[in-house]
């Protein structure tokens, strides 16, 4: 795994389309400098032009996967919150604990603690 995939960078579109068209002006220049246009030079071009234009889409579908994975673990974690409401309708003095999930799944083994008075 390159460093930039292991750091978390994604390439987009343009660089993909950068990178295929280095990849045949390559090709080309290494037919130039063989000096021959012949089919069989033009064919092996051709055959390293599409592997290096499937290498490139399938490291975009990679790392397109592995953001979408990373995104559906954060999506899916419950996020609770605890606030003290004051109970008014029936006497001020009266506090009520209120916990709450925000998050889209249950939360499980959430652990307490609390302190009686301050210090």
Do not use: H
Request: proline share 5%.
């Amino acid at each position: 795994m390159s460093a930039a995939l292991a750091a978390g960078v994604s390439y987009g579109p343009v660089a993909v389309i950068a990178g295929a068209a280095l990849v045949v002006a390559m090709a080309l220049l290494v037919i130039d400098l063989l000096g021959t246009s012949s089919p069989e030079a033009w064919s092996a071009a051709a055959a390293w032009t599409t592997a290096s234009l499937a290498l490139g889409a399938a490291r975009v579908a990679f790392t397109q996967v592995r953001e979408t994975r990373a995104l559906r673990v954060e999506q899916a974690q419950p996020y609770v919150a605890v606030a003290i409401d004051p109970l008014i309708a029936v006497d001020p003095k009266l506090q009520e604990l209120v916990v709450k999930n925000f998050g889209a799944t249950a939360a499980f083994n959430v652990p307490s603690a609390y302190r009686v008075g301050s210090k």
